[in-house]
C-alpha cells in the first residue's frame, strides 16, 4: 500500500515538467504589479456593524456597507442583502457553503487585500 503512494508522487512530478516547461517557452507580456501586502488578515461574519442603527429609517439596504477592515480583521457583515442572498442552509440546518457565496467572501477580501497594497505601495514612493 504505501509504495503505491510514493508512485503516484513520482507521476505527478513527471506531468508537470511538461507544462511548465511550455509555460516558460512563451514571454507573456508582464503588467506592472503592485506587491502583495505583507499583512495577514482574518475574516470574521458580523450581523450589521453598530453605527447602522439610523439607516432603517428607508435608507436602501443594499447600499450599506458590506464589511469593513479593521485592524487587520475583515468583517463581513452577513446580515446583508447580497450576503442573505447566497447564504443557504442545508436540511439540517448547517450552513451550506457554495461557489456563489465562495465567490462573494472572495471578492471582498480581495478587495480590502489589495487596498491595503496600494496604501503601502503608496507610502513607498
Known amino acids: 500500500g504505501g509504495e503505491g503512494a510514493a508512485g503516484d508522487g513520482e507521476t505527478e512530478g513527471g506531468e508537470a515538467e511538461p507544462s511548465s516547461a511550455a509555460a516558460e517557452e512563451k514571454p507573456a507580456r508582464k503588467a506592472r504589479e503592485i506587491p502583495p501586502s505583507a499583512e495577514e488578515f482574518s475574516v470574521r461574519l458580523v450581523k450589521g456593524f ?6 432603517e429609517g428607508g ?3 443594499s447600499s ?4 469593513r477592515l479593521v485592524g487587520t480583521t475583515i468583517l463581513v457583515d452577513s446580515s446583508h442583502p447580497d450576503f442573505l442572498a447566497r ?3 442545508t436540511r ?3 450552513p451550506k457553503v457554495d461557489e456563489r457565496l465562495c465567490g462573494y467572501l472572495a471578492t471582498i477580501v480581495s ?3 489589495r487596498e491595503r497594497a496600494y ?3 503608496s507610502r513607498q514612493r
Open 50 to 55: 453598530n453605527d447602522q442603527a439610523g439607516a
Open 59 to 61: 435608507d436602501d439596504p
Open 64 to 67: 450599506l456597507p458590506r464589511s
Open 87 to 89: 447564504f443557504k442552509m
Open 92 to 94: 439540517q440546518g448547517t
Open 111 to 113: 478587495s480590502h487585500y
Open 119 to 121: 496604501q503601502a505601495a
